[in-house]
């Protein structure tokens, strides 16, 4: 599977065999069709053990702490609001060893199983990744049971569209996936009349990324990439209107928070959580605004 894959080249931290791996596998329909034939169906299990582990599954703010780590994750990363979590329990349970699959969601129930292998810290990555892959059935349920009710769990039309749903989870639990790899860039958009000159820290950059030095200017009106990517949507920046412009202003932070020395003056960082462009791709995105607050 492309996950196993992608865990096994972060162990060795080889950052360019994961992106390859990555562009390689998800183009493949035989790398699909695997992963496809991979999975068994949570209705082959024993009703009563899915009853006993759903009974066990956690209500949002009780999860156990690496469910809580993995929603802390996705959300940082921008792929869900935290209150996209509000009314799916979630809890880990040994499907795999019952010959289940290795993670399930109940449509009538709102619970996430998920296979008691990825407590494990070294699963980190993968569990992030089948998280957002389960999220997506909990939301594709919500929006089924939305249309037509309550009575959609057990019906036909459920049943029919688990197709879609599959490759649709697949698709976006990959996605997150590979974000989680490489991390989003952070886009700066100068909403100015006149250039402007930023510097933006990363409160998770990626590992092994060229820590940039200075600032990067932006055309008034225009974007421009940040060379550092991040896994979080935590950032501090500092920001200033080119000089001998008319139009003279500075995004900086408090006096106490952080400063650094850079481009021969001394700035002081202000803290922001960026948006992301989409759940799943696309930047961080950074907004430099001169209208008056
Ligand atoms: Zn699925």
Not at 7 to 20: F, H, Q
Not at 185 to 212: I, L, W
């Amino acid at each position: 599977m492309i996950l196993r894959r992608v865990i096994e080249c972060v162990r060795t931290r080889n950052w360019i065999a994961v992106a390859l791996a990555l562009l390689a596998l998800s183009a493949s329909p035989i790398a699909r069709a695997q992963a496809l034939a991979e999975a068994l169906p949570a209705d082959a299990l024993a009703p009563a053990f899915l009853a006993e582990c759903d009974a066990r599954a956690a209500a949002s703010g009780a999860y156990d702490p690496e469910i809580a780590g993995a929603v802390l994750a996705l959300t940082n990363l921008g792929v869900f609001d935290r209150d996209a979590f509000e009314g799916v329990k979630i809890g880990f349970c040994p499907l795999r060893v019952a010959g289940g699959p290795v993670a399930t969601t109940s449509c009538a129930d709102d619970v996430i199983l998920l296979d008691v292998k990825y407590a494990d810290p070294a699963q980190r990555l993968v569990l992030n990744a089948t998280l957002a892959h389960e999220m997506t059935h909990y939301l594709q349920h919500q929006e089924g049971k939305a249309a037509s009710g309550d009575g959609y769990c057990a019906s036909a039309a459920y049943a029919a569209d688990k197709a879609w749903m599959e490759r649709e989870a697949d698709a976006f639990g990959d996605a997150v996936g590979e974000l989680f790899v490489i991390g989003r860039a952070v886009e700066v958009r100068n909403d100015c009349a006149t250039a402007v000159s930023v510097y933006v820290e990363a409160a998770a950059p990626m590992a092994g990324s060229d820590q940039a030095i200075g600032f990067l200017t932006v055309a008034p009106g225009m974007s421009a990439h940040w060379p550092e990517r991040s896994t979080s949507r935590l950032h501090q920046f500092y920001a200033e209107t080119a000089e001998n412009s008319g139009e003279a202003r500075a995004w900086r932070g408090a006096d106490g928070g952080r400063r650094r020395f850079i481009g021969g003056q001394t700035i002081q960082l202000r803290e922001i959580s960026l948006p992301a462009a989409a759940p799943a791709d696309g930047p961080f995105r950074l907004t430099l605004s001169c209208t008056p607050d």
